[in-house]
């Protein structure tokens, strides 16, 4: 079993909508979770970092880990073209920067 | 503004010979990771360095992969012979230092060996 598992998608919706992207991971003991956005032909950068459990929000993103179905979620609300890129879950194996990262979601939002 | 640097960002070779990949982190971070992604594996940790000390290397084939940071502005990633299934784009990106923290990526080197 892979330590991050996430749906590769593609996933397309109509601009406005609300996405939903999610990702399981295998080890109760991890506490520090990522979500990277990366654009074609771009490295990925940093969306969002929640630690724990809870919600964290900014802006138009919502980022949520469920620590007892060990299940991490990231919702964009208000979709924009411009929103269009893979998201990516990481997980921080060893709290000192080693992340894990999940296959990626390939996002894309029609006008 | 301040961003990681990766060179080249192309690279066409010949199986068996020398790769080497070049990476210039953004001034003042002190963490340097290799990451390898493909279509098929995602992205991969290859190895990483804290303070030019490398902290972890177990993603990397040992055989073929080298890297070393010879000072703090560069890392230099080799493989030695390479192979067909060594294309992928392969990232470099630094950090802080300072535990679970952001990651700033380079624009990768996109590496196709024939």
């Known amino acids: ?111 | 503004d301040a961003r990681v640097t990766q060179t080249p960002r192309h690279k066409v070779t010949e199986m068996g010979q020398e790769v080497t990949m070049r990476c210039q982190p953004i001034l003042g971070h002190n963490t340097v990771f290799w990451y390898r992604q493909t279509m098929m594996q995602g992205l991969e940790l290859l190895a990483y360095f804290r303070n030019r000390a490398p902290l972890d290397d177990s993603g990397m084939p040992k055989d073929r992969f080298s890297a070393e940071m010879p000072d703090a502005t560069l890392a230099t990633l080799k493989i030695q012979p390479s192979e067909p299934r060594d294309s992928a784009v392969y990232f470099c990106a630094s950090g802080l230092g300072q535990g679970t923290e952001t990651q700033y990526f380079g624009p990768g080197t996109r590496l196709l060996v024939l």
């Open chain 1, 1 to 111: 079993q892979k330590e991050v598992e996430q749906d590769p998608g593609p996933l397309s919706v109509p601009e406005g909508a609300i996405v939903s992207l999610n990702c399981t991971y295998s080890n109760s003991a991890f506490q520090y979770f990522m979500w990277y956005r990366q654009y074609s032909r771009k490295g990925p950068e940093l969306l969002m970092y929640t630690y724990s459990s809870g919600n964290k929000e900014d802006g138009r993103f919502t980022a949520q880990v469920d620590k007892s179905s060990k299940y991490i979620s990231l919702f964009i609300r208000d979709s924009q073209p411009s929103d269009s890129a893979t998201y990516l879950c990481a997980i921080d194996y060893n709290q000192g920067g080693k992340l894990i990262f999940g296959q990626g979601t390939e996002l894309s939002v029609k006008p």
